[in-house]
């Protein structure tokens, strides 16, 4: 059964304050329940090294838990979303900026390109039936201003 525009904006909705409370409270693992028991997350690092968690115990410990850990105060606000009901996929694009002030009182920002690509679904059996969840999730972002940013 494909969703409706309406059932995937409040997805997205909740999905936004659920990352608002993970900012807030520093603990990330907080948005596992927001992913199918078999979804998937990942990313590229390099053209040859790949990150991927696949099912939601390993996206609560370590896609969205050890990845995240230490990124206090970090937060990753979502400056666009594109959302393709026909293919059940949102696109959102974030900024990654860190909470910390340089000595011109400018917050630390990692600069270029970020943001996150899901697919949901409704859930059809087991204790999600009838939610809808994130099936897949794959992110990007601009790994040399990364490093440049922690260094």
């Not at 340089?102 to 990692?110: F, V």
Request: net charge negative; aromatic share 16%; hydrophobic share 40%.
């Amino acid at each position: 059964m494909s969703l409706t525009r309406a059932e995937i904006e409040e997805f997205w909705d909740s999905w936004l304050a659920v990352n608002r409370e993970a900012e807030r409270t520093g603990d990330w693992r907080v948005m596992a329940d927001w992913y199918a028991e078999d979804a998937s997350y990942g990313w590229m690092y390099s053209h040859d090294e790949h990150f991927m968690a696949m099912g939601r115990d390993q996206i609560r410990d370590w896609a969205i838990g050890i990845e995240m850990d230490g990124f206090d105060g970090w937060h990753y606000d979502y400056v666009c979303t594109v959302i393709d009901e026909q293919k059940s996929m949102i696109v959102g694009f974030w900024k990654q900026r860190s909470g910390i002030l340089d000595d011109n009182g400018e917050e630390y920002e990692i600069l270029g390109l970020g943001g996150s690509w899901f697919g949901v679904e409704r859930q059809t059996a087991g204790p999600d039936a009838g939610q809808v969840k994130i099936a897949w999730q794959r992110d990007w972002f601009d790994m040399p201003s990364t490093a440049h940013t922690f260094l």
